[in-house]
């Protein structure tokens, strides 16, 4: 043992070595050592522990390059979303459009007037440049913007509704991701829930019935992420707005997704538009910037201006605020939509929910030959028809036709699909699908870079 103790190189002799002066060069001496004596250490534990040396003792330098190069891998890392959700909230949902990112470059580069107002040469607010923009285009009379939709809902019911009540119909009392519920918000907020109607059938009577000197909100909330179908009334915005002005209550509506553009015209399922929900009356709509708008992760606020006022003034919204990368990404992002022709081809998200069945099939047919060639030996290959989704957390029951490449063991073990799943989440980029009904399924409507994927799973 002895012997090999004596063969384990001295830190200084390999810090002068020419392989390992240029990790000192990338990465600094300070880290370069720190892991040199890791290695160390577990070379002397493997000589007591095995009577030998590390596999890795005639090259030390390797070894140390590979793991410094693990230590400063990003914690975000790309992947292939092959689920088959376009909008995945595990995997940062919207996809962000080239102007955003190059927006986000520029801002981060340099000084900006984040709050500044060059006209008055005088501190300005952070949110009114992309609220006149908002204001553009929802026909709102003003805009306020928070760091998600939770947020945008926390600080609407915070503002408008302290130790007040807010009348919500009981079908619309959700939980979304995260065990996000509309009652747990309202209890954080200092209001008091009061539920109207049944699960399945709400009436326009049943609000005016709850209404009290209590009252200081009606409230509608979309419920996005489940449907109830059959025997159900629900009480409509405009409906809700009338009642509202009558009874002199303002009336919000927790939109969840959010779409500025009828999405029907591109043959997906209608969502309603805040726009729409604003010229029927509703007082606030806030909505999410990372969901269907396709841009960075953000709540938006839009409606009257002497309610958008009171949420400005609010102690929260200062917590509660976006940096000036997130005001950039989603100020180019909303620019996009004064261009309603071009929209399809800049906005990554639209983008990949319009992709034509046929244009994935054909992509499924030129990429089955390289996989059976890689991957053909243990598995069996198909090209099968399958269902993609619009988002985990938005419309969720709706389903887009798409194919994938699917993958069966052929010794019918359901363990060697999990090992292979496995197996592809440790790539240096990660390929994720989804394991259903015995087989591993890569749905290819989120696949773009087509060779950088062959090279991953084929080399």
Known sequence: MSTLYSQLPAIDRLLRTPALQALNEQYGQSFLTRILRDM???????????HCLPSWHNDWAQEAAARLARH?????????????????????????AERAIGAVSQTARQAVTLEYALDEAERGHRDRALANLLCELTGAEDACIVNNNAAAVLLMLAALAPGKEVIVSRGELVEIGGAFRIPDVMLQAGC?????????????????????????LLMKVHTSN?????????????????????????????LGSGSLIDLSQYGLPAEPMPQRLIASGVSLVSFSGDKLLGGPQAGIIVGKKALIDRLQQHPLKRALRVDKLTLAALEATLQLYRQPDRLRAELPTLRLLTRDREEIL???????????????????LEIAPCSSQIGSGSLPVDRLPSYAITFADKAGRGSGLEALAQRWRQLEIPVIGRLQEGRLWLDLRCLENEPLFLRTLTS
């Open 192 to 216: 008091q829930l009061r539920e109207v109607g049944t699960t399945n059938r709400t009436h326009l009577k049943d609000y005016r019935a709850a209404v009290n000197e209590q009252t200081a």
């Open 226 to 254: 489940y449907q109830v179908q059959g025997f159900t009334k629900a009480v409509g915005e405009a409906e809700l707005a009338a009642l509202g002005a009558e009874l002199g209550l303002p009336v919000i509506t927790d």
């Open 362 to 380: 054909q992509q499924a047919q030129r990429l089955l030959p390289p996989l059976q060639a890689a991957w053909g030996e243990a598995f069996t």
């Open 40 to 50: 160390q250490q577990e070379a002397r534990d493997t000589i007591r522990q095995q």
């Open 72 to 96: 400063h891998r990003s914690a975000l890392r790309p992947v292939f979303n092959l689920t088959g959700t376009v909008l995945h909230t595990n995997l940062g949902r919207a996809l962000l």
